[in-house]
Nanobody
């Protein structure tokens, strides 16, 4: 059974940086693609970024490209989402997920999900 636990959310100001972490147990990091999704109030869940199991290739939504970076930490069995130049529209609950990642942008490609962590960006 895979377990994913997110941490690092909080309240920040526009332009600030924040790093989210997703601790993965049960071998998810070595057997699965990993991704971050977010869901703002009243909106559908959307893809933020992902990292492949083989080669650790990263992919990002256009809305965060150049501002967000996903890093894989095999020693800590975690992935991190480094978020820079945050905007109020980045406010959402951020969740990490593990699965086949095919395709990477679809929530249905991921079997295991964390509970999510709230990120709030004030203007």
């Amino acid at each position: 059974q895979e377990e994913l636990v997110e941490s690092g959310g909080g309240l920040v100001r526009a332009g600030d940086s924040l790093t989210l972490s997703c601790a993965a147990s049960g071998g998810a990091l070595s057997t699965s693609a990993m991704a971050w999704f977010r869901q703002a109030p009243g909106k559908e869940r959307e893809f933020v970024g992902g990292i492949t199991r083989i080669g650790s290739f990263t992919f990002y939504a256009d809305s965060v490209k150049g501002r967000f970076t996903i890093q894989r930490d095999d020693e800590q069995k975690a992935i991190h989402l480094l978020m820079n130049s945050l905007k109020p529209e980045d406010t959402a609950i951020y969740s990490c997920a593990a699965g086949t990642g095919v395709p990477m942008t679809a929530p249905t490609s991921f079997t295991y999900w964390g509970q999510g962590t709230q990120v709030t960006v004030s203007s």
